[in-house]
């Protein structure tokens, strides 16, 4: 298959496989040859979905950017796009940015290229696959807006070589009509459950359709949907957090949609978006480290103690979220590691690397630790702030939030207006810590200024579009202020 991407896009033409339902010969067709058999479809779609495990570094780069974590690695040169988004010093030449906006845009064409040729043949069980499709085109888009507000928009039909010279930005508004009307689409179309393991689903579809909502204070269209979520019975918290981010507890009743990861193909330093592995795992690791039960990494990301601190006094998950590597060197003799760059003594505990994994190839890129995208979690908590701060409904919000607390063996709360407020936010930051999601939290909150060392109101708020973009654009497009 042939797969003509826009500059935006060029960098990833590799069609490659996730978990369980991904293992595709490679073919070589022209694309409007294309098509011809369900299995076409299958293969393209599957292309499309290939895109997500590329998402390690919007992952990696939400923590970073915000209070939570600190860029570490082994120097203050090491990686320095990292560095720079930690420091707030980003620019339009940043390479994890250019990365992310590129493999973003491969994902969305992917996605419409499937949805190009949608009309082209029938079979029982296409209009699945054309909403598992246009789900995709909307994750993509929404990772895209977050970062980089106004981008070009393009439904149902490839950004093809020499659109750089025509297409404009499109404004984020549109952007998210865009998004949302995807999304109620493919909640009306998806089933309930999927044989594949990793398949999108009507309950992935609703959770994110309800967090877009909430993204843009949408209180009142977030709160139903993801109440719809919350009643349909098809979710529920692992109630054994010690258990939620091991390899062996994968796709569980928590998981509302997960991004499958593997040990089985490898990659290298020179295509990290090929690894069919989970590559922010090897950058979380500890360096150097020898003893049981977790293995080596880069020291990125490491958590803050601020960020160890928020959680209250007999959290149930603060240790398994965190590691204290002290503390674990003190109760496992023979535990030894280096101390990389800002080492703070914490690690990302939901996503080190675990001894056993195959790690095909560089053993850093390649461990199989599936990212929980949405989890039921998040749902309950997106729903609480939705009823609270839409003025809908306090009680409910506090049964949802005192949910995740009593999973946590912490105290329901009862309190009601701004002070729920408060208290949804602060359980969102313990939570989801380490998840990705703190910078856009803060961001879409207004809380980003006061709490991340270097943050400028009116420039941070969104990340610089890569200069290359601009000068394949013809120098049409206009940078984002600030920058």
């Not at 967090?211 to 979710?235: C, H, M, N, R, W």
């Not at 200069?467 to 920058?483: D, F, K, M, V």
Request: hydrophobic share 40%; aromatic share 12%.
């Amino acid at each position: 298959m042939k797969r003509k991407l826009l500059a935006l896009a060029l960098s990833t033409a590799v069609l490659a496989c996730t978990d369980d339902f991904v293992d595709v010969d490679s073919f070589d067709e022209d694309s409007e040859n294309f098509f011809n058999s369900e299995e076409d479809y299958q293969d393209a779609l599957i292309g499309a979905y290939d895109l997500l495990q590329s998402t390690y570094i919007n992952v990696l780069l939400g923590e970073i950017a915000s209070d939570n974590t600190l860029a570490g690695g082994e120097s203050a040169v090491d990686v320095p796009g990292i560095q720079e988004i930690d420091d707030m010093l980003h620019n339009p030449l940043n390479q994890q940015l250019r990365d992310l906006f590129t493999w973003m845009f491969a994902g969305v064409n992917r996605a419409n290229y499937v949805l190009e040729f949608k009309d082209k043949l029938d079979f029982p069980g296409k209009q699945s696959v054309i909403a598992e499709a246009t789900f995709l085109r909307a994750y993509y888009y929404f990772e895209l807006v977050k970062w980089f507000g106004d981008v070009p928009l393009a439904v149902d039909e490839r950004l093809l070589f020499g659109d750089q010279d025509v297409v404009e930005r499109t404004p984020k508004e549109e952007v998210y009509a865009q998004i949302e009307q995807d999304l109620q689409f493919a909640a009306a179309n998806l089933p309930t459950t999927q044989t594949d393991v990793g398949r999108v689903t009507k309950g992935a579809a609703q959770a994110l359709l309800g967090k877009v909502y909430l993204y843009q204070d949408k209180f009142a269209e977030a709160a139903p949907v993801l109440v719809e979520v919350i009643e349909s019975g098809v979710y529920d918290l692992v109630m054994d957090y010690d258990t939620l981010f091991e390899n062996d507890n994968e796709n569980n009743e928590e998981s509302v949609f997960e991004v499958q990861y593997s040990d089985i193909e490898g990659a290298g330093f020179g295509c990290l978006q090929c690894s069919e592995g989970n590559v922010a795992v090897g950058f979380n690791g500890i360096r150097n480290y020898t003893g049981p039960k977790f293995e080596s990494g880069f020291s990125f990301n490491v958590p803050t103690q601020e960020a160890y601190d928020a959680f209250e006094e007999g959290d149930l998950r603060r240790d398994v979220a965190i590691l204290d590597i002290n503390a674990w060197a003190a109760a496992n003799p023979g535990v030894t590691f280096v101390e990389g760059f800002e080492h703070t003594g914490f690690y990302n505990r939901k996503y080190l690397a675990r001894q056993g994994d195959l790690n095909t190839g560089d053993a850093n890129l390649t461990n199989p630790n599936n990212y929980r995208a949405i989890r039921f979690a998040d749902v309950l908590l997106m729903a609480a702030e939705a009823l609270n701060r839409g003025n809908l409904d306090d009680a409910a919000a506090q049964g949802y939030l005192n949910r995740v607390r009593g999973r946590a063996g912490l105290a329901a709360v009862t309190l009601t207006g701004t002070d729920l407020t408060e208290a949804i936010l602060r359980e969102r930051r313990v939570e989801l810590v380490g998840e990705g999601h703190r910078f856009f939290d803060l961001v879409r909150t207004g809380r980003a200024a006061a709490a991340i060392d270097g943050f400028q109101t009116n420039k941070h708020e969104l990340f610089p579009l890569p200069s290359i973009e601009i000068e394949l654009a013809g120098n049409r497009w206009e940078q984002n202020p600030g920058y």
